[in-house]
Nanobody, 115 residues
Framework: QVQLVESGGGLVQAGGSLRLSCTASGSIFPLNVMGWYRQAPGKQRELVATITSGHTTNYADSVKGRFTISRDNAKNTVYLQMNSLKPDDTAVYYC?????????WGQGTQVTVSS
């Protein structure tokens, strides 16, 4: 079993920055993909960014140039640096990890961007 714990959410003004962290524990196979998704009220959950254990990254167009995903394999931790935040970035942000086709999710952390 795998557990994910997120931290770093909060309230920030438009144009500000936040850094989210997510640490995985349990049966972690070295080859995996970690990612961040978000879900705004009344909307479907959407991809924000993913990163492989080899550090290959993928971003949603809406966050390219503003958000940076990174990871520390030794700590099984993924980070999301969010800069130039906009009110449209307001959502619950979820961390996930995909290991051998199995997907595990964190509990989510709220990010609120005020205008």
């Amino acid at each position: 079993q795998v557990q994910l714990v997120e931290s770093g959410g909060g309230l920030v003004q438009a144009g500000g920055s936040l850094r989210l962290s997510c640490t995985a524990s349990g049966s972690i196979f070295p080859l995996n993909v970690m990612g961040w998704y978000r879900q705004a009220p009344g909307k479907q959950r959407e991809l924000v960014a993913t990163i492989t254990s080899g550090h290959t990254t993928n971003y949603a167009d809406s966050v390219k140039g503003r958000f940076t995903i990174s990871r520390d394999n030794a700590k099984n931790t993924v980070y999301l640096q969010m800069n130039s935040l906009k009110p449209d970035d307001t959502a619950v942000y979820y961390c996930n990890i995909v290991i051998r086709g199995h997907v595990y999710w964190g509990q989510g952390t709220q990010v609120t961007v005020s205008s």
